[in-house]
């Protein structure tokens, strides 16, 4: 029972990265590339298991979390600044960019199936966020998450297997790793909608009292099984012919497996931004909290003032967005690409942490998982920075 109990807590990751945003981001890679960025999903599976794994075994060797321990190291002057600047920053920034694709995302999918204004829906959708995030601790809320995100992995995954895709082509693009023409932002959107930077602050919250062991299980199977959506979605999204488009995926599922998938598609996106439309404000309240208060501070216990007050900003700006009616796709793309750019800053702050033998003991990153995470924050770096100068390089001429 521990190891299901572990599954369900860590589905929380899983159900965060399973939003909208990866049903835009790997249906859009399939429909313009076909299988040629598989290797794209299958990296930021293994780093995301590798950046997660060294979040929770903080927690759980020091007792407190990613946020807590970057305010203790760094409890004053200039490092402290730059510590709530950047890792901070990147954090609240990016749940509020990814905020507003789940609240996009959610809504486009309920439009499929219910003809309401869009305003209307981006309330509904908004109330039932809040609810969730004012009645639960976060415990309960990763548990109810991952009943959501079932709903729709499922659907994924019998419609891939329904399509019956060309193993010789996933092979080959796993063995030989390129990035297509035009394929940069999408490949650091691919990551970015995976190796969500917040999800390591809310991992590691969510550590608090497990054991390494059972963690390391229920991280294992609940990132594997969101690797294994991921790809499934990518395999659906190739079988479209031309740009993706939620009405463009809504007809192929319906023509290829009957009217009823078309409502589930649209049951699917409604859970997978409900689900995530609760974890982007939810980690940004638990990330602000620990760098800028003690653990035991009441004004930021998750009934405070202080603490509701983060995640109602998060929300409260992702509903702006719905509200606006901005077209969903591109704004999701360009969420998952930003998140994908701030990672490797949120990485180099757990790499820090992870260094201090003096609060981890053995517990702390060895020489193989030290060369791990450099290799994971290397590479997100590296990709980073090939896709803004081919971006700077298209804007420029």
């Known amino acids: 029972m521990r190891r299901i109990g572990a599954i369900l807590l860590w589905s929380a990751v899983a159900a965060a990265f399973i939003g909208p945003g990866t049903v835009t981001t790997a249906a859009s890679a399939g429909a313009s590339h076909g299988a040629a960025l598989i290797w794209a999903v299958l990296f930021s599976v293994l780093a995301t298991f590798v950046l997660q794994e060294a979040a929770a075994r903080l927690t759980i060797a020091s007792g407190s979390d990613l946020a807590e321990v970057l305010h203790r190291r760094f409890p004053s002057g200039w490092k402290r600044a730059l510590t709530i600047v950047l ?3 990147a954090v609240v920034i990016g749940s509020i960019a ?5 609240i996009l995302g959610g809504v486009a999918g309920v439009a499929l199936g219910v003809d309401l204004p869009g305003p209307v829906l981006t309330a509904g959708l908004g109330a039932m966020a809040a609810l969730l995030l004012a009645a639960g601790s976060p415990a309960r809320i990763a548990r109810l998450l991952a009943a959501l ?3 729709m992995g499922a659907g994924f995954l019998f419609t891939a297997y329904v399509l019956a895709p060309s193993m010789a082509e996933i092979a080959a693009a796993l063995a030989t790793p390129s990035i297509p023409e035009g394929a940069a932002l999408t490949v ?3 990551i970015g909608t995976t190796v969500v930077p917040y999800n390591l602050f809310l991992g590691s919250s969510l550590a608090r009292g497990a054991s ?3 963690s390391r299980f229920g991280l294992g199977v609940a990132v594997g099984l969101g ?3 991921t790809l499934a979605i990518m395999i659906v999204g190739s079988a479209l012919d031309g740009d993706f488009s939620f009405d463009r995926l809504e007809a192929l599922l319906a023509a290829r497996l009957g009217a009823w998938a078309g ?11 409900l689900s995530s439309a609760v974890t982007a404000p939810l980690a940004a309240a638990l990330t602000v909290r620990g760098l800028f208060a003690d653990a035991d501070d009441p004004r930021w216990s998750a009934s405070g003032w202080r603490f509701r007050g983060v995640w109602i900003a998060v929300l409260g700006i992702g509903i702006a967005f719905g509200m606006a009616e901005v077209r969903p796709v591109p704004a999701i793309l360009l969420a998952q690409a930003l998140n994908g750019l701030l990672l490797p800053v949120v990485a180099v702050f757990l790499m820090l942490a992870m260094r201090d033998r003096a609060l981890l003991g053995e517990a702390a990153s060895g020489p193989l998982g030290a060369a791990a995470m450099v290799a994971v924050t290397g590479i997100a770096l590296l990709l980073g920075a090939v896709s803004l100068l081919r971006v700077f390089g298209a804007l420029t001429g």
């Open 87 to 89: 890792a901070g920053g």
């Open 188 to 190: 650091v959107a691919l």
């Open 227 to 229: 690797g294994l959506i």
């Open 149 to 151: 995100v079932a709903m």
């Open 263 to 273: 409502t589930g598609l649209a049951l699917g996106l409604f859970a997978a931004g």
């Open 212 to 214: 390494l062991a059972d």
């Open 98 to 102: 990814y905020e507003a694709g789940n």
